[in-house]
């Protein structure tokens, strides 16, 4: 008897029971079949190993594993696939004739993922099933075949539409072969340059999804697609009612042609639950996003290992669970990875909200950097008090809502004067402040640029106490930034780097608005002081500068003068508008008295027309001034208010109450000697004061109030008479 070498023979029958070989895991020496490379197949030895199954073996082993058959039928296989074996020799007589079977059973190349069952030692496999796949037009362009032991092979007819054959065993577009005197292809492999054999080229074959015809009309009536991973899959759904496809080859063939058939369709894909299912359900949900109307992905519950929806509906699964399974399922998404900062997805965008992460409306956003900025002396300290204040108790910061939490005032310029701020800011008229409100004042220099240690420290407080209060900290002030930067150049881009990240570090650890206070030169127009890399850093930027009228030009070296107000305005804020106006002023309070009997003052910030801002009401208690207290020039001034809202051309009504034009009663104050005249800077400026005296008394006792601030001072254009019915002098 012949000797056999199987080793050589192991590469191309790997081949043709396996498929093609995992390009990604395989090596010159070693061969990986499956999605995941679980087949080896060693070129040197001729072995395999089944690292899933635990099984291994040459040749005549893999046969047996795949195919079900042993001994000479395993010889016999190999020699009708057109591998190198001999043919047996005869022991005397002539060789008995064999039964010939058909075709379609003696050479059917099984798919390279299935396998078998177990079978007995010699068992034939047999065809069990054909699924036939049809083109659009419902003609016949190939079939999957179904063997037990479970194996598949697909193949086609010679002349598209037959169903009796002759057949192409495979869709590949190759060099196929037959014997003379036979009607079937089978596929060619490298070595097989047998003269004898007939030769012929067939074209590769379109993939198509299962019952397409079916697919195609549901896609344009709307109906869901169900995908599922094979075509029993397929059988146990349609059983139902429900319209469901498969592509061929099972998992790990899912390709861009399939997606491209089911363009804007509802599709629900199945997964098997095993890892090579849920591998396949991931990648035909990847691969129909973004041509599938919409994609879900569903998980059946209770699956056994390797179950699939035949086995879920065997198991006593219906139609209705079906259907919950379905109505249950989210869109499908990737798996992402997590990312060490933070992503905005621009599938997020489609409903797109606008920044709502507001500390003080329009203004300031939580979370940001945000520099408050002005020459020397024009009122920063006096604005980021009153602002932090308004933040911790949770008030109104003219009219823009502010979200109450804890806030840290680092007064590094000076504690005392902040503390007198604050008592000026706490006793204001009206004011009824929370003695336990979350404002914080450290009143000493924390040195952000050269001690690591302060920023750390300062996080660490702000940590505590949000803990211990149960609140976030809304905002962090360093005023200023000059104090904080202890030794650093602020005209240096490193070093007023190096004081941003630290702010930086602040912000991102709590959760804060850093407000830096900081300078810009004796022209607040030119920005802020230093390095323009703080500029290109801050999230918001506030200038703070008074209202300044040019002097007397027919006096020598005439000065400036200050007109009373000051203008904040919102000059960056990369989540909202530019160039938002707030005109303010400074009142002067009596807080207290020194040893020596001395007032002790401080100022507080009210709004341009001389109002407190939002939040705060009018006086009450011993501050507050009735009516029958108001001064005769008060009185006369209010009774010129009323014959103006005769008078006035410009005059209107606001509301349902009339309103006068200011200029008219400016106009009719100056006639009745209540205002003085005159065009000097000091005539100018003594009658913005005695027009202050006048209206504010008014204001706070309920008779007047401003309207329709100008867009560029903030200072009403109108003033309201909100009621009239003021009572006798009682001094007369």
Request: some cysteine.
């Amino acid at each position: 008897m012949t000797e056999i070498d199987f080793a050589p023979m192991m590469e191309a029958v790997a081949r043709d029971l396996l498929g093609e070989p995992n390009p990604q895991l395989s090596t010159p020496g070693e061969l990986r079949f499956g999605n995941h490379g679980s087949i080896s197949v060693d070129l040197e030895k001729g072995s395999f190993f089944d690292h899933e199954q635990g099984v291994g073996g040459g040749v005549l082993k893999l046969v047996e594993e795949r195919v079900g058959v042993t001994g000479g039928d395993a010889m016999r296989w190999l020699r009708e696939r057109g591998h190198p074996i001999p043919e047996p020799e005869r022991r005397g007589g002539p060789e008995r004739p064999r039964p010939q079977r058909p075709a379609e059973e003696r050479r059917p190349s099984p798919a390279s993922d299935a396998r078998p069952q177990a079978s007995k030692p010699g068992e034939r496999r047999r065809i069990v099933e054909t699924y036939p796949y049809h083109d659009e037009e419902g003609v016949l362009r190939y079939e999957v075949v179904r063997y037990e032991p479970k194996t598949f092979t697909q193949r086609r007819p010679v002349v598209a539409g037959s169903t009796s054959g002759p057949w192409i065993w495979g869709l590949k577009g190759q060099e196929y072969f037959r014997r003379p005197g036979r009607a079937d292809w089978y596929p060619r492999r490298p070595r097989d340059d047998r003269p004898a054999e007939e030769i012929a080229e067939f074209p590769e074959e379109e993939r198509l999804l299962y019952r397409l015809g079916d697919v195609l009309n549901a896609v344009e009536d709307g109906e869901t697609i169900h995908v599922v991973e094979g075509e029993k899959d397929v059988h146990a759904l349609k059983a139902l009612g429900l319209v469901a496809t498969c592509n061929s080859g099972g998992s790990g063939k899912w390709g861009p042609e399939f997606s491209a058939q089911l363009t804007g369709a509802d599709v629900v894909v199945f997964a098997d639950n095993d890892e090579a299912g849920d591998a396949h359900a991931d990648e035909v949900c990847r691969s129909l996003r973004g041509r599938a109307k919409r994609v879900r992905r569903v998980d059946l519950p209770g699956l056994p290992p390797k179950g699939d929806v035949a086995d879920f509906l065997a198991a006593g699964g219906d139609l209705d669970a079906i259907r919950a399974a379905v109505a249950a399922a989210r869109e499908w998404l990737p798996e992402l990875p997590v990312a060490p900062f933070p992503v905005v997805r621009f599938g997020d965008m489609r409903e797109y909200r606008p920044f709502d992460e507001w500390l003080v409306r329009n203004w300031i956003g939580r979370g940001q950097l945000v520099a408050v900025y002005g020459p020397p002396k024009q009122g920063k300290s006096f604005l980021t008090i009153d602002l932090g204040a308004r933040i911790a108790h949770g008030w109104p910061w003219f009219g823009l809502p502010t979200q109450r939490s804890v806030v840290i005032y680092n007064a590094a310029e000076g504690g005392e004067g902040v503390k007198k701020r604050l008592a000026a800011w706490a006793n204001a008229p009206g004011r009824s402040v929370d003695p336990f409100a979350p404002f914080f004042m450290v009143p000493t220099v924390l040195d952000l640029f050269s001690d690591e240690t302060a920023a750390d420290a300062l996080i660490a407080y702000a940590r505590a106490v949000s803990d211990a209060l149960g609140a976030p900290v809304g905002a962090i002030f360093i005023d200023t930034l000059a104090r904080a930067m202890v030794g650093g150049d602020e005209n240096s881009a490193v070093d007023m780097g190096r004081l941003i990240a630290a702010a930086d570090r602040i912000k991102t650890a709590t959760g804060a608005t850093v407000i830096l206070v900081h300078h810009s030169g004796k022209d607040v127009g030119r920005g802020m002081r230093g390095h323009s890399s703080l500029l290109g850093a801050v999230d918001g930027a506030i200038s703070v500068a008074k209202v300044m009228l040019d002097g007397d030009k027919s006096e020598p070296r005439a000065e400036p003068v200050w007109t009373g107000e000051i203008e904040v305005r919102l000059q960056a804020q990369k989540d909202g508008e530019d160039g938002l106006l707030q005109t303010i002023r400074l009142d002067r309070r009596i807080i207290g008295r020194d040893a020596d009997g001395a007032e002790v003052s401080s100022c507080i910030v009210t709004d341009g027309s001389g109002r407190l801002p939002e939040g705060s009401s009018s006086l009450s208690g011993a501050d507050r001034r009735s009516a029958d207290r108001l001064t005769k020039d008060v009185r006369r001034a209010f009774a010129v208010l009323l014959r103006a809202t005769a008078t006035d051309p410009r005059g209107t009504e606001i509301d349902g109450r009339p309103a006068v034009h200011w200029l008219a009663w400016v106009n009719g104050l100056q006639e009745a000697k209540l205002l003085p005249s005159g065009g000097t800077n000091d005539a100018r400026r003594e009658r913005n004061v005695v027009f202050e005296e006048l209206r504010r008394p008014l204001i706070v006792a309920g008779f007047v109030k401003g309207a329709r601030p100008d867009a560029r001072s903030g200072k009403p254009e109108f003033w309201i008479v909100l009621r009239d019915d003021l009572p006798p002098d009682p001094t007369e």
